[in-house]
């Protein structure tokens, strides 16, 4: 199964900070990967799909980026709300796997 | 509005079995592939397998097959998630979600149920 590898498991930053985070798969899977945020007691929330298209009513401020096996995940310009965990998902070969989360925290 | 409701909370003792069901509402239920999702309290998500309700075609994780039971009734837009005999380690709160596609294949998944914590303690 291809492993994803999420780097940092968890970030601290600030209102208005720009935050990127690092998925990395254990094999090439083209562009075929999605970001998510959770919050607890939430469902997860689809940000990103084909590692860079934008979720209709998800802020410009989050984007993504990457293909084969590195991608990122950026955030411009923090806002209060996005305080939350955030997981990539690829969807290359079956199993679909998850990476293991990085844990976005305030300063 | 695509909407996916799911069961209600579940405690049970170790061995019983158990169905979990999640229905789908705004959309053709047959024409997307439903996917479940296991969290694991303080842990990170594991994708459990998918069905497409057209055709109940299944996919499992190898990780999860023959432990869980996909299914699908498309005349009532639900999909199932069915134990034979639980475990104390299959507490979880389990989510299902509507996948889409892109390109003809599965891209993402863009609507999810609200979970279903099942306790498992004897």
């Known amino acids: 199964a291809t492993q994803l590898t999420q780097s940092p498991s968890s970030l601290s930053a600030s209102v208005g900070d720009r935050v990127t985070v690092a998925c990395r798969a254990s094999?090439?899977?083209?562009?075929?990967l999605a970001w998510y945020q959770h919050k607890p007691g939430k469902p997860p929330n689809l940000l990103i799909y084909d590692a860079s298209i934008l979720q209709t009513g998800v802020p410009s401020r989050f984007s993504g980026s990457g293909s084969g096996t590195d991608f990122t995940l950026t955030i411009s310009g923090l806002q209060p709300e996005d305080f939350a965990t955030y997981f990539c998902?690829?969807?290359?070969?079956?199993?679909?796997?998850f990476g293991q989360g990085t844990k976005l925290e305030f300063k | 509005e695509v909407q996916l409701v799911q069961s209600g909370a579940e405690v049970k003792k170790p061995g019983e079995s158990l169905e979990l069901s999640c229905k789908g509402h705004g959309y053709i239920f047959a024409n997307s592939w439903i996917g479940w999702v296991r969290q694991v309290p303080g842990k990170g998500l594991e994708w459990i397998g998918m069905?497409?309700?057209?055709?109940?075609?299944?996919r499992y994780n190898p990780s999860f097959e023959g432990q869980v039971f996909i299914s699908a009734d498309k005349s009532i837009n639900t999909a199932y998630l069915r134990w034979i005999s639980l475990k104390a380690s299959d507490t979880a709160i389990y989510f299902c979600?509507?996948?889409?596609?892109?390109?003809?294949?599965?891209?993402?998944?863009?609507?999810w149920g609200q979970g279903t914590l099942v306790t498992v303690s004897s």
């Open positions: 069905i497409y309700p057209g055709d109940s075609d299944t």
């Open positions: 998902q690829h969807f290359n070969i079956y199993p679909y796997t």
């Open positions: 094999q090439v899977i083209g562009t075929n």
């Open positions: 979600a509507r996948h889409g596609f892109l390109r003809q294949q599965v891209a993402y998944a863009d609507s």
